[in-house]
């Protein structure tokens, strides 16, 4: 296998050494949450001094309160603007617990007089970071006069967000009781807590009752509707709203809405109408966004209008909106799904060259592609030439590679590749070995390993998984196949809480052999 099979050779021994011989034990149409702009009146013109300092630090270790006082005590200033700006946008990136380590230096040192928006903003990246009970309990301890809209609905936002309806719905009734249920970002939770608790049946009710108390619906409010209709297949609802939103005075369709009504054609077979309302989708372009051409070719690429994919990937550049990751996985993906590997391998290349970070889910929407054309040896060769660049895929893109060979029933291929996916395996990082091509591994090994290499790939494995039988049983047979001993290894099973059965049995007794069980 060439460098594949070097690379696996070369990280097994890395990992063996490290571990001292133990031996080693991914915003759309609409969020799911919302996150609340507790916060008003931030300038937009970013200034570069302290945010500078702060966004590189990313690790949950660094600790954000050490760097502010670093900041002040060399003479710096920490405008109440520039403060907040930094927690908005630390929440933007989704850097929740170092925005609740800002503003928890912001109100402990006193450096800005603290609102009820900024205790909202608390309440709920406390509700994000520490818990529920931690952001009940920081309600529960604020001045009475702190209780506004904002931090109430900032608690309801922490109940929506743990899908917790009867808590939301009573906690709803006091903020109605209070008067305080007087904006379209109350009742957006609501239909948001509806939606993600599937009850998408009660989400046109909000809507009817919100429109009843004189709130106005904003945007969201009628696109988290609309889907609701089109979850349930509902499309003469889903127009009949649609329609009444086109004619609100306080509204302004967006592209985001049209996204998601041309998404809910598409998946109803209504392409006639899906192309027309990407036409209106194409009207509301945001030419600096991003995300507006990367939904746009995605929804195209639904459609099977390549050329439609190429001409808006084309606009994004003219109109000078940098490429980025993400619109290379799209694009590719897009293309791949259409059948067209050879551009998606142009893509490919010109994502190698566009000076973007090496995030390997780039490449593996091709790995998928050439998987599923059974072109896996093209697979390993793409994976090869990164090793030769020096950029070491992870174990999701040699996971792709072992899948495809285990289903094609070439399960000592799926063993070296499983072998290299292990080697780079970390936690966490949204990939595991997929239990089919394990089991087909360990069933292959079993009669086909020797024990050396059985026992290599058992401790690469559980660094990934718990021992469990199968991988006990493919270590006893293979070496009561080679006639050695099992003893050690029966002992092992049993202190793991895994006793003996019929198949155990039957696997000591396939070859007779009375020493596989002396020490």
């Not at 049946?201 to 009628?222: C, I, Q, W």
Request: net charge neutral; hydrophobic share 35%; proline share 4%.
């Amino acid at each position: 296998m060439g460098s594949s099979a070097l690379f696996s050779h070369a990280n097994s021994l890395k990992r063996l050494i490290h571990a001292g011989l133990r031996v080693c034990e991914a915003e759309a149409s609409f969020p799911s949450l919302l996150i609340r702009p507790y916060c008003s009146g931030l300038t937009k013109n970013r200034r570069l001094t302290l945010a500078s300092v702060i966004y590189p630090l990313g690790h949950p270790s660094n600790n954000m309160a050490t760097e502010l006082d670093r900041w002040v005590n060399n003479g710096n200033r920490t405008r109440p603007v520039e403060l907040r700006e930094l927690v908005r946008d630390l929440r933007k990136r989704r850097r929740f617990s170092n925005a609740l380590e800002v503003s928890e230096w912001m109100k402990d040192k006193g450096h800005v007089p603290f609102t009820p928006g900024d205790h909202a903003v608390v309440l709920d990246l406390i509700g994000r970071v520490r818990g529920l009970a931690s952001a009940e309990s920081y309600f529960n301890g604020m001045h009475e006069r702190d209780k506004t809209e904002k931090t109430y609905g900032a608690l309801l936002n922490c109940y929506v967000r743990e899908c917790l309806v009867e808590k939301s719905l009573s906690h709803l009734q006091k903020m109605k009781e209070m008067g305080l249920a007087t904006s379209a970002l109350t009742y957006n939770d609501i239909m948001c807590l509806y939606t993600n608790t599937g009850q998408h049946e009660k989400v046109p009710s909000v809507l009817a009752e919100m429109k009843e108390n004189g709130v106005l619906p904003d945007n969201f409010s009628y696109r988290i509707c609309i889907n609701s209709y089109g979850t349930r297949s509902d499309i003469n609802g889903m127009e009949k709203l649609f329609e009444e939103m086109e004619h609100q005075p306080q509204i302004v369709v967006d592209w985001n809405t049209y996204s998601v009504v041309a998404n809910i054609y598409i998946k109803a077979g209504l392409c006639e109408k899906a192309i027309a309302i990407l036409k209106k989708y194409e009207e509301k372009l945001e030419k600096r966004n991003g995300l507006c051409y990367n939904h746009l070719v995605s929804l195209y690429g639904n459609l099977g209008m390549k050329s439609d994919i190429k001409r808006i990937w084309e606009i994004q550049k003219l109109n000078g909106v940098k490429l980025i990751n993400r619109d290379y996985t799209t694009m590719i993906g897009t293309m791949v799904k259409l059948g067209d590997l050879l551009e998606a391998e142009i893509l490919l290349k010109e994502w190698e060259t566009s000076g973007n970070a090496c995030d390997f889910r780039v490449p593996n929407v091709l790995l998928i592609g050439y998987r599923n054309k059974g072109l896996l040896e093209k697979a390993e060769e793409l994976l090869d030439d990164f090793l030769k660049k020096g950029k070491q895929p992870p174990a999701s893109s040699w996971g792709i590679v072992a899948a495809g060979y285990a289903t094609n029933g070439e399960t000592s291929k799926a063993y070296e590749c499983m072998k290299n996916a292990l080697c780079m395996y970390a936690p966490n990082t949204g990939w595991e070995p997929k239990d089919h091509v394990i089991d087909d591994i360990l069933h292959w090994l079993g009669y086909e390993g020797a024990p050396a290499d059985v026992e290599t790939f058992v401790n690469l494995l559980k660094i990934a998984c718990p021992m469990n039988r199968t991988m006990y049983h493919t270590l006893i047979r293979a070496n009561v196949r080679c006639g050695k001993p099992v003893k050690e290894i029966l002992k092992n099973m049993k202190a793991d809480g895994i006793d003996e059965n019929e198949e155990t049995k039957e696997i000591l007794n396939s070859k007779s052999n009375p020493v596989t069980l002396a020490i």
